[in-house]
């Protein structure tokens, strides 16, 4: 079945009608009269090319009619016209369907035939619960055109989508045009993407690695996650529109230039170990990874870096206890020969410097004495090293151990015209070497008191942190070389003239004894130690 726009019964006439009262030839004013006229006027050549112009009008509308057919059909659109059915007052009760198209009869799976003159609360019960049918009234009775998205479902509790629908409704005649598409899988698509990006951005920003969204033109921020934000210190609304450069992330030129090469030339970067200035200035050591993608029509790259700081102190720590061991292993096999011939040339000193015919060379032999003395307490301090050294553990405070070495720092920061502050927290007690733990403040407190010039002051503190007990002593003095740093605690290395290059490599060694770590901030303003005791 199909609608075609066709030209009114006695359409002619009237058109003949009108011509001739506009030649003001029919002056009869009876039906048979004026109907005489009318046909002797037919056969006048007037009305010849007026019937001429009339079938060619009729000629056009029916092209019209068939291009419209074809149009309406060809529509990818649904579309439908309706007639309104009123009550007796004037009420919309209804809509017949008058017509529709190829598309729409597709959508709701009914043929042309099927669904022509048929009521549109029968055809589609869902409209009146969804309000489509009271809003095809407003169109219909106030000639507002309707723009609106429908969802319909196919349940009471709304549960189960039946479809999602751009609906756009006019006015026409007594009734309404419809047009409509079924965007359901639109829809589906664009909620599916929203929660894929949801999920993408819950993920990018709650990853406990360091994820960052950059313009690949010019490596500005476009998003940082929290990890970011944590690890370097700089916000999200600090680093949005900067690049590296800006917050100078790079203490390295060479790092950036090969990472831009690379994502450059290739679109990725894996595991390419780089290091990051934090906004304190504490370097971080990163494992990047880079991808170059689409975001928003723009070429973006998308970095994820890992933070092996701490793995990297772990690698350092543990070759450091390695070679603690093997030199602890080498003093305690080599301390006992070495002593016992010190110990009989000391004896043999010590005889000379008492008789009568040597007493001019005593001076030589208490130097000599003196010397052999501190041979002696080096090798004491190289079998200290030896992490299977025995340790005599009691219940004890730290602060108290403190406390009780104070009168004695505080004596030699005197002398050199230094200050001593001890600020110490509450902590709980631990199991300590009493005499292991003094000698690790003794020479903390002698290595932050040489690095100091006189004047400025040390700090000693004792503090809880998540239930760790942590020691530390800052000093105020020029900071530790970067490559010095790398280097501390390796037994008999020293930038001392006098140094035996032991005094740290022993703190390391006792605090791997008591099971804790030793960790050094630096810089310009100065150096803190920090031993972390482990939970007991």
């Not at 095809?136 to 479902?153: D, Q, S």
């Not at 170059?292 to 206890?321: F, H, P, W, Y």
């Not at 003794?442 to 100091?452: D, I, K, Q, S, T």
């Given at each position: 079945?199909?609608?075609?726009?066709?030209?009114?019964?006695?359409?002619?006439?009237?058109?003949?009608?009108?011509?001739?009262?506009?030649r003001?030839?029919?002056?009869y004013?009876n039906?048979?009269?004026?109907?005489?006229v009318?046909e002797e006027?037919?056969?006048?050549?007037?009305?010849?090319?007026?019937?001429?112009?009339?079938?060619?009008m009729e000629?056009?509308?029916?092209?019209?009619?068939?291009?419209?057919?074809t149009?309406?059909?060809?529509?990818?659109?649904?579309?439908?016209?309706?007639?309104?059915?009123?009550?007796?007052?004037?009420?919309?009760?209804?809509?017949l369907l008058?017509?529709?198209?190829?598309?729409?009869c597709?959508?709701?799976k009914?043929?042309?035939?099927?669904?022509?003159?048929?009521?549109?609360?029968?055809?589609?019960?869902?409209?009146?619960?969804?309000?489509?049918?009271n809003e095809?009234?407003?169109?219909a009775?106030?000639?507002?055109?309707?723009v609106?998205?429908?969802?319909t479902?196919?349940?009471?509790?709304?549960?189960?989508?039946?479809?999602?629908?751009d609906?756009?409704?006019?006015k026409?005649?007594?009734?309404?045009?419809?047009t409509?598409?079924?965007?359901?899988e639109?829809?589906?698509?664009?909620?599916?993407?929203?929660?894929?990006e949801e999920r993408?951005?819950?993920?990018f920003?709650?990853?406990?690695?360091?994820?960052?969204l950059?313009r690949?033109?010019d490596?500005?921020?476009?998003d940082v996650?929290?990890t970011?934000?944590?690890?370097l210190g700089?916000?999200?609304?600090?680093?949005?529109?900067?690049?590296c450069?800006d917050?100078?992330?790079?203490?390295?030129?060479?790092?950036?230039?090969?990472?831009?090469r690379?994502?450059?030339?290739h679109?990725?970067?894996?595991?390419?170990?780089?290091?990051?200035?934090a906004?304190s200035g504490?370097?971080?050591?990163?494992l990047l990874?880079?991808?170059?993608?689409?975001?928003?029509?723009?070429?973006?790259?998308?970095?994820?870096?890992?933070?092996?700081?701490?793995?990297?102190?772990?690698e350092?720590?543990?070759?450091?206890?390695?070679?603690f061991n093997?030199?602890?292993?080498?003093?305690?096999?080599?301390?006992?020969?070495?002593?016992?011939?010190?110990?009989?040339?000391?004896?043999?000193?010590?005889?000379?410097?008492?008789?009568k015919d040597?007493?001019?060379?005593?001076?030589?032999?208490?130097?000599?004495?003196?010397?052999?003395?501190?041979?002696n307490a080096?090798?004491s301090?190289?079998?200290?090293?030896?992490?299977?050294?025995?340790?005599e553990?009691?219940?004890?405070?730290l602060n108290?151990?403190?406390e009780?070495?104070?009168?004695?720092i505080?004596?030699?920061?005197?002398?050199?015209?230094?200050e001593?502050?001890?600020?110490?927290?509450?902590?709980?007690?631990?199991?300590l070497?009493?005499k292991?733990?003094r000698q690790?403040?003794?020479?903390?407190?002698r290595n932050?008191m040489?690095?100091?010039q006189?004047?400025k002051?040390?700090?000693i503190?004792?503090?809880l942190?998540?239930g760790?007990?942590?020691?530390?002593v800052?000093?105020?003095g020029?900071?530790?070389?970067?490559?010095v740093l790398?280097?501390?605690?390796?037994?008999?290395?020293?930038?001392?003239?006098?140094?035996?290059?032991?005094g740290?490599?022993?703190?390391?060694?006792i605090?791997a004894r008591?099971?804790?770590?030793?960790?050094?901030?630096?810089?310009?303003?100065?150096?803190?130690?920090?031993?972390?005791?482990a939970?007991q």
């Amino acid at each position: 079945m199909s609608v075609k726009l066709s030209i009114p019964g006695g359409l002619r006439r009237k058109a003949l009608d009108t011509y001739i009262n506009r030649r003001e030839i029919c002056d009869y004013q009876n039906k048979y009269g004026s109907q005489f006229v009318n046909e002797e006027i037919l056969k006048t050549p007037e009305c010849a090319m007026l019937l001429t112009q009339l079938r060619n009008m009729e000629e056009r509308i029916q092209k019209n009619e068939e291009r419209f057919q074809t149009f309406v059909d060809s529509m990818l659109d649904c579309f439908a016209v309706y007639s309104a059915v009123r009550d007796k007052s004037g009420k919309i009760t209804d809509f017949l369907l008058d017509y529709v198209n190829d598309a729409a009869c597709h959508n709701f799976k009914m043929t042309r035939e099927e669904q022509i003159g048929r009521s549109i609360l029968e055809l589609r019960p869902l409209y009146k619960e969804a309000g489509i049918f009271n809003e095809f009234c407003l169109v219909a009775n106030r000639g507002v055109p309707l723009v609106r998205e429908k969802m319909t479902y196919e349940d009471p509790v709304k549960k189960i989508i039946y479809g999602m629908y751009d609906i756009r409704a006019v006015k026409l005649g007594d009734g309404i045009a419809v047009t409509w598409r079924d965007i359901t899988e639109h829809k589906k698509t664009e909620e599916a993407l929203r929660h894929s990006e949801e999920r993408f951005y819950k993920i990018f920003h709650t990853s406990s690695i360091i994820q960052t969204l950059r313009r690949l033109e010019d490596f500005r921020y476009i998003d940082v996650n929290l990890t970011f934000e944590r690890v370097l210190g700089y916000s999200l609304e600090e680093s949005l529109g900067r690049s590296c450069m800006d917050l100078n992330l790079w203490p390295e030129v060479e790092d950036r230039q090969k990472y831009i090469r690379e994502i450059k030339k290739h679109g990725i970067v894996r595991n390419m170990e780089v290091k990051l200035r934090a906004k304190s200035g504490e370097i971080r050591i990163g494992l990047l990874s880079a991808d170059v993608i689409a975001l928003g029509g723009e070429q973006c790259v998308l970095t994820n870096s890992i933070d092996i700081t701490e793995k990297k102190q772990l690698e350092i720590e543990m070759a450091r206890l390695e070679r603690f061991n093997l030199v602890g292993e080498m003093a305690a096999g080599i301390a006992h020969e070495i002593r016992n011939p010190m110990t009989a040339v000391k004896g043999f000193l010590q005889y000379l410097s008492g008789k009568k015919d040597c007493v001019q060379y005593k001076e030589y032999y208490d130097l000599m004495i003196l010397e052999l003395d501190r041979a002696n307490a080096i090798i004491s301090e190289f079998l200290s090293i030896a992490r299977s050294r025995a340790v005599e553990l009691k219940h004890h405070n730290l602060n108290d151990i403190i406390e009780s070495l104070y009168p004695l720092i505080q004596a030699d920061a005197m002398v050199s015209d230094k200050e001593i502050k001890i600020e110490l927290g509450e902590i709980i007690n631990l199991n300590l070497d009493e005499k292991e733990i003094r000698q690790l403040i003794l020479n903390l407190f002698r290595n932050g008191m040489e690095a100091m010039q006189p004047g400025k002051h040390l700090t000693i503190k004792t503090c809880l942190d998540n239930g760790k007990v942590v020691l530390s002593v800052q000093d105020q003095g020029t900071g530790i070389d970067p490559e010095v740093l790398k280097k501390l605690g390796t037994p008999f290395f020293t930038t001392k003239e006098k140094g035996t290059g032991l005094g740290l490599a022993v703190c390391y060694s006792i605090a791997a004894r008591h099971n804790a770590t030793i960790k050094v901030k630096t810089g310009s303003e100065g150096t803190t130690f920090f031993v972390r005791f482990a939970k007991q």
